[in-house]
């Protein structure tokens, strides 16, 4: 099977090294000067799991795509789907899977649109990975997992060929029968999350010290609202877990959007929050809805600076 990975940073990076050092049929598509730094440095990753320095990485750009790959493993920010989608065009064939490990619902619809629903998987990510200031890939936790499967539920030669590629690979690679169940419930999460901290400028531990574990409670409950509504209620203990790890006292979790703003970075303020409420209707979702002109508000300022 050859595998393009689109990007080496903290995902593509993590998921594509770890299946090259097991002598899968791996090129990442990269940026110049990330294939420059590869080149020099080779792909080098820090984790709890085990080191590795990979010193001869294939690496393409998106000008010198000459062929078709099996399986295209997608993880970019959602912010820069549209890009990635032009760069990998040209890999993407009658045979091609699409991978997506990207957070909400809204890159399925467009992914769908430009290579047909056909070729693109359900597909989730569990991980917490960076680059550092020399491009080395530092993993922060223990998780490390992938999630896969057909969106109708079913299994076919392409998910067991998938779990063939990912085997041995050391990262959990697990086929499911209800990706779209844990998708949303992933969603549920993030949103909780990002929603809170950002609304909030600090730590879960800063929320419970200000008294105000109710956002919390509140934002879990309206993004329940939405995913019950389209048909992916979380389950009693999925909700259970989102409400023990955001309600912690001390706690120093913070979301990867609030991270984002706090380094006046872009956010993916729409595809995770404002595609959310686009789903939830007619419905009143107060606290989604302050988050999100929050949201928008930071990303105009920002936009002004920029300008």
Not at 44 to 68: E, F, K, M, N, Q
Not at 119 to 135: Q, W
Request: aromatic share 6%; proline share 4%.
């Amino acid at each position: 099977m050859r595998i393009l990975a689109v990007g080496a940073g903290g995902v593509g990076g993590y998921f594509g090294g770890r299946l090259l050092h097991v002598g899968r049929d791996v090129t990442f598509l990269v940026r110049p000067a990330r294939s420059t730094l590869l080149a020099k440095s080779g792909l080098r990753i820090r984790s709890p799991h085990g080191d590795l320095g990979l010193p001869a990485v294939p690496t393409v750009t998106a000008d010198a795509i000459a062929s078709v790959y099996d399986l295209v493993l997608l993880s970019c920010k959602a912010y820069d789907l549209e890009s990635a989608m032009n760069d990998v065009a040209p890999a993407v064939g009658p045979g091609t899977t699409i991978l997506p490990l990207l957070n909400g619902m809204r890159h399925l619809d467009i992914l769908d649109a430009r290579f047909g629903a056909e070729r693109v998987l359900g597909g989730e990510c569990k991980i917490s990975a960076v680059l550092d200031a020399e491009g080395c890939v530092l993993h922060l936790n223990r998780v490390h997992q992938i999630s896969f499967g057909e969106r109708d539920g079913t299994g076919n030669a392409r998910t067991l060929a998938l779990q063939e590629a990912f085997a041995n690979a050391n990262f959990d690679a697990v086929f499911s029968a209800q990706i779209l169940q844990e998708m949303w419930e992933k969603w549920t999460l993030i949103a909780t999350g990002a929603g809170a901290t950002c609304l909030m400028r600090g730590t879960i531990g800063d929320i419970v010290a200000a008294n105000a574990t109710e956002i919390v409670t509140g934002l879990l409950d309206e993004c329940s609202a939405i995913a019950t509504a389209n048909g992916h209620p979380p389950s009693d203990a999925m909700r259970s877990w989102i409400h023990s790890i955001f309600t912690a006292p001390n706690s120093s979790l913070t979301a990867s959007m609030f991270r984002d703003i706090e380094a006046n970075a872009r956010i993916e303020g729409e595809h995770i929050i404002g595609d959310l409420l686009a789903r939830g209707g007619d419905g009143s979702y107060p606290l989604l809805r302050m988050v999100h002109a929050h949201l928008r508000s930071y990303e105009a300022r920002r936009a002004r600076q920029l300008a």
